[in-house]
T-cell receptor, first 113, second 114 residues
């Protein structure tokens, strides 16, 4: 069975601080995809990144960066120099060959001006 | 514009009154799925469909039905809704898993069952 754990329920930071969201996953499959989604207060789910299990390169996209470490089964997400618009719920998710997307419980990020 | 469209966006109804939430995608995706989102639980899969006439249960299928008669549509049916089905529902679609499996989500349907 697959499982995704986001241990941080809520994180509150002041604007311009960096914030790191933790994601730990469990699967016996050697081939899988990991995702991060953002859910702003308006409620829609916004795709941020997909990473396959064979690609451990870290990725940076603007102020967002992701650290994938298979050795610790983690796929952490960092927002650098946070802004108020980053306030949202962030979900980490795992997909294996049965197509199911298993989500973590989500981390609510609040960025205060 | 590529999109997944759900209707209605909001619905308040009463226990036992059958309802259908529609989902349509215009990307010719094979795979479609329904999720419900509840506080503290993230999103949980209800049903999914690998292609036309192929559907299977997800983690929380009780009380729900689906059908996939056409590739673009995947309606969610609540035959006899109950208050514990009050939730935020998302439909999603994607290409094959081998192609990356990134799921595109609709904007959500907020259901309240009184």
């Amino acid at each position: 069975a697959q499982k995704v754990t986001q241990a941080q329920t809520e994180i509150s930071v002041v604007e311009k601080e960096d914030v790191t969201l933790d994601c730990v996953y469990e699967t016996r499959d050697t081939t899988y995809y990991l995702f991060w989604y953002k859910q702003p207060p308006s409620g829609e789910l916004v795709f941020l990144i997909r990473r396959n299990s064979f690609d451990e390169q870290n990725e940076i996209s603007g102020r967002y960066s992701w650290n994938f470490q298979k050795s610790t089964s983690s796929f952490n997400f960092t927002i650098t120099a946070s802004q108020v618009v980053d306030s949202a719920v962030y979900f980490c998710a795992l997909s294996v060959r049965d197509y199911k997307l298993s989500f973590g419980a989500g981390t609510t990020v609040t960025v205060r001006a | 514009e590529a999109q997944v469209t759900q209707n209605p966006r909001y619905l308040i109804t009463v226990t036992g009154k059958k309802l259908t939430v529609t989902c349509s995608q215009n990307m010719n995706h094979e795979y479609m799925s329904w999720y419900r989102q509840d506080p503290g639980l993230g999103l949980r899969q209800i049903y999914y469909s690998m292609n036309v006439e192929v559907t299977d249960k997800g983690d929380v299928p009780e009380g729900y039905k689906v059908s996939r008669k056409e590739k673009r549509n995947f309606p969610l049916i609540l035959e006899s809704p109950s208050p514990n089905q009050t939730s935020l529902y998302f439909c999603a679609s994607s290409l094959s898993w081998a192609a990356g499996g990134t799921q595109h989500f609709g904007d959500g349907t907020r259901l309240s069952i009184l």
